[in-house]
């Protein structure tokens, strides 16, 4: 059996993979088993951030890795305190939390959430306002706030206390903010829910509305943080500082961590017993992670946003594409033609892209060299021509 055939009889069903083996890389090109090389504009869904067997993140984890690659939580190790250190200067909250995955960073946010709605709005303060098209994650409660009914088949009964706006209304947002309200949890641009940049009116609407009612704010940046959007978090394009910051995907470059970071009204919330993770803040992955916080700097968060531009400038006006929405490296191409059809093509001429919803996404690793990117565009041209 290959690979494929043996992933099919005994992987659970759950992924509709592309007819790909990735046997290994280097930077933002792919090896397939078939021996051709593929420029990767998903780089893992937003994940490696410096791309494949990037030298300074490989020797970072192998590094720890030879001293001590696991402690459990009982024990302090140096990794999982630097890397803590270095997201607070980033990010401007104050303390940390540690899981594995984007779901677990947002269900830590929840359970704060919830403590600080108890302790300072009383008992039943406990629902959360989330946007419809969100993505939060696939736990039970994470599918809960995930304001998308496609997700919510055959899982039920659902955890309790999510209440879902329709983004960008702001009536609809004050209709629904009350004194049982302990948070509202936004993505500052909707990933999965199809690139949806959230407009500045309505995030200043909601930090307005914060004032007058007396609830947090929950950003989930899993996929829009660690430099991602051009700033370090997608809220800083905005101005605005949220109470609780999740972040995951592009953290780890390429290893699984997950973080809730804590803002001055919640950094205390949690205390001893009230949570906790195994393989959390585990030392190989946290020091790969230190790396990889520590060379998003002002340049090459300059570098992103330009490229941002070049490919938007690239794809204006061309026959097929309808619009490009998004920011920095994340982007989705409206195209006038069937995406998943145009993707599978794209694959074909040795690029790999990602759709979200009806668009075509991109999400490269943020150090893509220029000559990748005119590649890229040029084939995602060729095929949305071919798909007309
Ligand atoms: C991917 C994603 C998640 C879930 O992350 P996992 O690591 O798959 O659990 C949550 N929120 C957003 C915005 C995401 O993009």
């Known amino acids: 059996m290959n690979t494929i055939e043996k992933d099919q009889l005994y992987l659970a069903g759950t992924y509709g993979r592309f007819p790909l083996e990735i046997v290994s890389g280097k930077g933002s090109v792919a090896l397939g088993a078939d021996g051709k090389e593929y420029i990767d504009m998903g780089a893992g869904i937003a994940v490696n951030t410096f791309g494949y067997a990037d030298d300074v993140f490989t020797s970072a984890v192998a590094e720890q890795l030879s001293k001590v690659q696991h402690t459990s939580n009982l024990y302090y190790t140096a990794p999982a305190a630097n890397l803590a250190e270095a997201l607070v200067k980033k990010s401007g909250m104050k303390k940390v939390f540690f ?98 940049v959230l407009p500045e009116s309505y995030v200043k609407k909601i930090f307005e509305l914060k004032k007058q009612k007396n609830f947090l704010v929950i950003a989930d940046e899993v996929q829009t943080g660690n430099g991602r959007t051009g700033k370090y978090f997608a809220y800083q394009l905005y101005g605005v500082t949220p109470d609780i910051v999740t972040t995951a995907k592009g953290l780890g470059g390429g290893l699984p961590i997950g973080a809730c970071l804590f803002g001055d009204a919640v950094k205390d919330v949690l205390g001893k017993g009230d949570h906790g993770s195994t393989f959390g803040g585990n030392p190989a992955v946290a020091a790969g992670a230190l790396s990889v916080v520590n060379r998003i700097d002002d340049k090459l968060l300059k570098e992103v946003s330009e490229k941002g531009e070049y490919i938007k400038n690239k794809l204006a006006g061309k026959p097929g594409i309808s619009s490009v929405s998004g920011v920095g490296l994340m982007l989705g191409v409206a195209v006038a033609a069937d995406a998943k059809k145009v993707v599978s093509s794209c694959l074909n001429k040795g690029v790999l892209f990602l759709t979200a919803k009806d668009k075509v996404r991109l999400l490269p690793a943020l150090n893509i060299p220029y000559e990748l990117l005119d590649k890229a565009i040029d084939a995602l041209l060729e095929a949305v021509k071919e798909e007309l």
């Not at 809960?144 to 997700?151: E, H, N, W």
């Not at 659902?158 to 948070?183: I, N």
């Open 99 to 196: 899981g594995n995955s984007g779901a677990e960073a947002n269900e830590c946010a929840i359970k704060t959430a919830r403590k600080w709605g108890v302790e300072n709005k009383g008992e039943g303060a406990y629902n959360i306002v989330t946007l419809k098209n969100s993505f939060h994650g696939r736990t039970v409660t994470t599918l809960s706030a995930t304001g998308q009914d496609v997700f919510h088949k055959n899982f039920d009964p659902f955890t309790q206390g999510f209440v879902y706006a329709p983004m960008g209304d702001e009536a609809a947002l004050e209709s629904l903010v009350d004194d049982k309200t302990c948070a509202v949890m936004i993505e500052f641009v909707q990933g999965e829910g199809g690139v949806n």
